[in-house]
C-alpha cells in the first residue's frame, strides 16, 4: 500500500523542476505571483494530501484534494487567458483580498486592511519601475474585484464566473 503513496509523491515531486524553470518577469509581476501562489497550493496541497491519506485521514484530506483540484482550474484559466496581465493581477489581488479575510479573525479588521494595503503598496512601488501605469493596473483590477463580489452569482473567484466552464472552454489552448 505504501508504493501508491510514494509513487503519488514521486509524480508531485516531478512538478518541482516545472517552479524551477518559471521565471517571475518584472513587467508582469502580479500575474507571475498568482502563477507560482497557485502553483505552490496545487503541490503543497498535493502532498499533504498524500500524506493525510497515507496515515488514513482521508477525510483531513479532502479539504485539500478539493484545494488542489481548484488551484489546477485557476492555473489553467490563468495561462490560458488572453489578457494574462490583467487577469493575473486581478487573481493576484482576490488572493491578497482572502488572506486579508482570514487575517480579520486573528487580528482584527484594521489590523488586517493595514496589512493587505501595505502589501499592494509594496508589489505597487516594486513594479512601477517596469510598469509606469502599476498604480492604475491595481486600482482597476482591484475595482473588478469589487463589481464582481456584488454581482458574483455565486462565483466565488478572480473570474467572478463559473471556472470549471471557463476551463471547458479553454481546453482548445492546452
Request: proline share 2%; with cysteine; net charge negative.
Amino acid at each position: 500500500m505504501d508504493s501508491q503513496f510514494d509513487e503519488a509523491i514521486a509524480k508531485i515531486n516531478l512538478l518541482g523542476p516545472i517552479r524551477e524553470q518559471f521565471q517571475i518577469r518584472a513587467e508582469l509581476l502580479p500575474a507571475d505571483l498568482a502563477i507560482v501562489g497557485l502553483y505552490t497550493e496545487l503541490r503543497e496541497s498535493a502532498f499533504l494530501a498524500v500524506e493525510l491519506c497515507r496515515l488514513h485521514a482521508q477525510s483531513a484530506a479532502f479539504p485539500l484534494a478539493r484545494t488542489v483540484f481548484e488551484a489546477t482550474q485557476q492555473l489553467i484559466v490563468l495561462a490560458t487567458e488572453d489578457d494574462y496581465l490583467s487577469v493575473g493581477t486581478r487573481a493576484w489581488l482576490y488572493d491578497l483580498r482572502k488572506r486579508k479575510r482570514v487575517a480579520q479573525f486573528a487580528r482584527g479588521a484594521e489590523a488586517a486592511d493595514d496589512w493587505f494595503q501595505q502589501a499592494v503598496g509594496e508589489l505597487q512601488r516594486i513594479w512601477t519601475v517596469y510598469n509606469p501605469n502599476a498604480e492604475k493596473d491595481l486600482h482597476h483590477e482591484n475595482t473588478q474585484l469589487d463589481a464582481l463580489q456584488k454581482n458574483r452569482g455565486g462565483a466565488d473567484n478572480f473570474m467572478g464566473r463559473n471556472i470549471g466552464k471557463i476551463v471547458e472552454e479553454r481546453y482548445s489552448k492546452l
